[in-house]
C-alpha cells in the first residue's frame, strides 16, 4: 500500500534515553517532515526536508535530530529525553513544500518518558 | 508572526444539520488554505485546498471559502452524519513557503 509509515506506534521510555523513530514513504514525494502534537492537541511543526536537505529548524531543542539517508525516509533521533517529550510525533509528506500539494501523514508515534 | 485561530472548540450538531467551521488567520496573506480531518489515535487526513484566487470549492457534502479580505475560511458539511464526527484542522503554509502551520482544530460531534 503506498503510505506514510512511521515505527514504532508506542514507545515508552525512562528520562534521559536516546531513541529514535522511524517514517518512510513509498509516495515519491520530495519533502518530509516531523511534527508534535502536545495534550492539547497542538500540532507544530519541528523539521522538514526537501532532497535530503533541512529546510527549516522551528526552535526545537537540539536533542532532536532528523536523519534523512535517502529522499523516501526520514527518522528522528533524540537524546536525553525529558518528561517534557511526551507526545505524540507524526511524520509527514508532500509533493512540495510550497506548492499547495496536501500532506501526507503516518499513524503516529506516541512517546511516553518516565 | 501568523497566527491561525479556530474559534470553537467544540461543536455538537444533529444529524442531517450543516455544520459549519471557521478559520481566521492575522499577520499574513497565504496563497492557499488547507483543511484536514483528524480521528482520535490517527493522523490528519487531507480534504480540501483553495487558493487565494478562489472563492468557493466543493466535495461531495464538503464546502470551503475563502476570504481573503476578512482573513476567514468556512467549512461546510452539509447532511452531517454520524461518521463525521472528527476534528478538523485548518492550516496554512508558512510566510517562508517550507511547511503547513495548523488551527488548534475543532473537534465536531453529529448525534443521531
Known amino acids: 500500500d503506498t503510505a506514510v509509515s512511521q515505527t514504532p506506534k508506542y514507545l515508552v521510555t525512562q528520562m534521559g534515553n536516546d531513541k529514535s523513530i522511524k517514517c518512510e514513504q513509498n509516495?515519491?514525494?520530495?519533502?518530509m517532515y516531523w511534527y508534535k502534537q502536545d495534550s492539547k492537541k497542538f500540532l507544530k511543526i519541528m523539521f522538514s526536508?526537501?532532497?535530503?536537505?533541512?529546510?527549516i529548524n522551528e526552535t526545537v531543542p537540539n536533542r532532536f535530530s532528523p536523519k534523512s539517508p535517502d529522499k523516501a525516509h526520514l527518522n528522528l533521533h533524540i537524546n536525553s529525553l525529558e518528561l517534557g517529550d511526551s507526545a505524540v510525533y507524526f511524520c509527514?509528506?508532500?509533493?512540495?513544500?510550497?506548492?499547495?500539494?496536501?500532506?501526507?501523514f503516518g499513524s503516529g508515534t506516541r512517546l511516553t518518558v518516565v | 508572526s501568523q497566527k491561525i485561530e479556530q474559534n470553537s472548540e467544540a461543536l455538537n450538531i444533529q444529524e442531517g444539520k450543516t455544520a459549519t467551521l471557521t478559520c481566521n488567520y492575522t499577520?499574513?496573506?497565504?496563497?492557499?488554505l488547507q483543511w484536514y480531518r483528524q480521528d482520535p489515535g490517527r493522523g490528519p487526513v487531507f480534504l480540501l485546498l483553495?487558493?487565494?484566487?478562489?472563492k468557493e470549492k466543493r466535495k461531495e457534502r464538503l464546502k470551503v471559502t475563502f476570504d481573503t479580505t476578512l482573513k476567514q475560511s468556512l467549512f461546510h458539511i452539509t447532511a452531517s452524519q454520524p461518521a463525521d464526527s472528527a476534528t478538523y484542522l485548518c492550516?496554512?503554509?508558512?510566510?517562508?513557503?517550507?511547511?503547513?502551520?495548523f488551527g488548534k482544530g475543532t473537534t465536531l460531534s453529529v448525534s443521531s
Open positions: 499577520n499574513y496573506s497565504p496563497a492557499y
Open positions: 492550516a496554512l503554509i508558512n510566510q517562508a513557503g517550507t511547511a503547513l502551520i
Open positions: 526536508y526537501n532532497n535530503k536537505e533541512l529546510i
Open positions: 483553495i487558493r487565494e484566487n478562489e
Open positions: 509516495l515519491g514525494h520530495d519533502t
Open positions: 509527514a509528506s508532500s509533493q512540495d513544500a510550497g506548492e499547495g500539494y496536501g500532506y501526507t
